[in-house]
């Protein structure tokens, strides 16, 4: 075959690609090429800082194969006719692809490869952004798993896909489009409405995921297991927007995990990579469920609960999105997802737990807040996560599990060094107010700088009192 097209999606990478490497084991020329979907790009809950931080890992793609003589392919439209387009403008036989998972990409991907096979273009699909899909994990009724503990340990024993070899230079040299072939630049954020994009938390590309990755398990994961939920100085990876974008692959992540494991006798240091690995395979689980019950992407998983009276006060959720609840802990992980794209996963589920049972507030709200402004936002992953803290979901923490949000702050961040990293009105407190700076006598808030009502809000709801109303809401919809 003289010419196949690589559709760039959830993959920005040129090693360990599946598709890259079957389209570069069959073409002599091979043209990457991303497309940018104006339903995904202009999308109210997608158009944030994940977006922003995808085109700057677009443009780091680009300078990649620029530096081995070829170029991205960029188009700006609707997938099929625009890949009708290159591939007749080009005379590309084929397209390969990595396959996602989304409702939508499953709905996009059909078409497209219809309209392709139509043209008398052949298609090739992988298995790629996850390591096992569901029906290769056996399950003894023949349903799929929807319990973690049971799915983790049938995980475990399916054999794992290996690490593909690394393409040589002269191989991705022929990553070359023709001269004449055209490219759409690539749209600044602002031009796209994206007017407030934070600054990154880890840098986009190849080569940082590789380096975090290996940084990350010379010692840090070590000491993830009992660190992780450490606020200050979390022991945590940060890969999570790396996988999101697959600049880095899962096969790699556990790969070099398991290299380091067999390696290390110390039995808490092993603790701490296990664990870490378990992360891996809680987000292969959220895709598992996501496959399998693509409705909840706006369904409850258990439907009992689609009778919840959400209470929706807009003055509250807009309170928790600005970062003025008076509840230091939930506004200083508001705050860090504002400004770097990134929350920490105790955090994650500290303002999921606020928002859904003491604000009363759908969770529903929440996820798409956090997918506008996570880098990871991960449609799976997302909601997985959400649904299992308003405890709606599958394997869900139980619904009269509530977080105290002043106890989690005293447990996580006991001296206040998160809250005082992200809320500096709160720079002055005393560990002993931090948590609930509301409590300070008045001198003492004029003596820090710190008046309650002026400088930090009060609180907006009071923990003791909405628990209860929780409670009666979701038995409420469970009677």
């Known amino acids: 075959m003289d010419t196949a097209i690589w559709w760039i999606r959830r993959d920005l990478r040129l090693n360990d690609n599946t598709a890259l490497y079957a389209a570069l084991t069959t073409a002599a020329i091979v043209i990457p090429v991303f497309i940018l979907d104006d339903r995904l790009l202009h999308a109210p809950r997608l158009k944030g800082a994940r977006t922003a931080w995808m085109l700057q890992g677009l443009q780091v793609l680009d300078q990649d194969i620029q530096r081995l003589g070829g170029r991205l392919i960029v188009?700006?439209?609707?997938?099929?006719?625009?890949?009708?387009?290159?591939?007749?403008?080009?005379?590309?036989?084929?397209?390969?692809?990595?396959?996602?998972?989304?409702?939508?990409?499953?709905?996009?991907?059909?078409s497209v490869r219809q309209a392709l096979n139509k043209a008398g273009v052949s298609t090739h699909d992988f298995k790629d952004l996850i390591l096992h899909e569901p029906n290769e994990i056996p399950t003894r009724t023949g349903k799929p798993y929807e319990v973690y503990t049971p799915f983790s340990?049938?995980?475990?024993?399916?054999?794992?896909?290996?690490?593909?070899?690394?393409?040589?230079?002269?191989?991705?040299?022929?990553?070359?489009?023709?001269?004449?072939?055209?490219?759409?630049?690539?749209?600044?954020?602002?031009?796209?409405?994206?007017?407030?994009?934070?600054?990154?938390?880890?840098?986009?590309?190849?080569?940082?995921?590789?380096?975090?990755?290996?940084?990350?398990?010379?010692?840090p994961v070590y000491g993830y297991k009992e660190g992780r939920n450490d606020l200050p100085s979390p022991a945590t990876s940060i890969l999570?927007?790396?996988?999101?974008?697959?600049?880095?692959?899962?096969?790699?992540?556990?790969?070099?995990?398991?290299?380091?494991?067999?390696?290390?006798?110390?039995?808490?240091?092993?603790?701490?990579?296990?664990?870490?690995?378990?992360?891996?395979i809680w987000r292969e689980f959220n895709y598992s469920i996501l496959i399998n019950h693509p409705r909840i992407v706006r369904q409850n998983f258990r439907p009992q609960y689609d009778a919840i009276q959400w209470g929706n006060n807009p003055q509250w959720l807009d309170a928790w999105q600005s970062a003025q609840t008076g509840y230091p802990i939930v506004d200083a992980a508001i705050r860090q997802l504002l400004e770097a794209g990134w929350m920490h996963n105790r955090a994650r589920m500290i303002v999921a737990s606020f928002l859904c049972k003491d604000l009363l507030i759908d969770w529903r709200q929440g996820e798409a807040f956090f997918m506008r402004h996570l880098?990871?936002?991960?449609?799976?992953?997302?909601?997985?996560?959400?649904?299992?803290?308003?405890?709606?979901?599958?394997?869900?923490?139980?619904?009269?599990?509530?977080?105290?949000?002043?106890?989690?702050?005293?447990?996580?961040?006991?001296?206040?060094?998160?809250?005082?990293?992200?809320?500096?009105?709160?720079?002055n407190v005393p560990p002993a107010y931090i948590h609930a700076p509301h409590l300070m006598p008045r001198t003492l808030q004029?003596?820090?700088?710190?008046v309650i009502g002026q400088d930090y809000p009060?609180?907006?709801?009071?923990?003791?009192?909405?628990?209860?109303?929780?409670?009666?809401?979701?038995?409420?919809?469970?009677t």
């Not at 880095?248 to 390696?263: F, M, N, T, Y």
């Not at 936002?377 to 649904?387: E, H, K, M």
């Open 458 to 478: 009060l609180p907006i709801v009071h923990h003791d009192q909405q628990r209860p109303k929780a409670l009666m809401m979701y038995s409420a919809a469970r």
């Open 446 to 450: 004029e003596r820090t700088g710190c």
């Open 240 to 280: 999570s927007p790396y996988l999101r974008w697959g600049m880095i692959s899962p096969r790699v992540c556990l790969g070099e995990a398991q290299r380091v494991l067999e390696r290390t006798p110390d039995p808490e240091a092993r603790g701490g990579i296990v664990s870490w690995i378990s992360e891996l």
């Open 375 to 427: 880098l990871d936002g991960d449609l799976a992953n997302n909601v997985g996560g959400w649904q299992w803290t308003a405890g709606t979901g599958t394997d869900a923490a139980p619904y009269f599990r509530i977080f105290n949000p002043h106890a989690q702050s005293q447990k996580y961040d006991p001296q206040g060094e998160y809250i005082k990293t992200y809320v500096p009105a709160l720079k």
């Open 153 to 219: 340990k049938a995980w475990h024993a399916v054999p794992k896909p290996p690490r593909l070899p690394d393409l040589e230079r002269s191989e991705l040299k022929r990553l070359n489009p023709p001269i004449g072939l055209r490219s759409d630049p690539l749209p600044t954020p602002e031009e796209l409405g994206i007017t407030a994009a934070p600054a990154p938390i880890v840098p986009p590309g190849e080569k940082p995921a590789l380096n975090r990755l290996a940084d990350f398990l010379h010692k």
């Open 75 to 110: 188009r700006h439209g609707p997938p099929v006719s625009e890949m009708l387009a290159v591939c007749h403008e080009s005379g590309a036989a084929a397209v390969f692809w990595n396959r996602d998972y989304s409702p939508y990409a499953l709905k996009r991907d059909q």
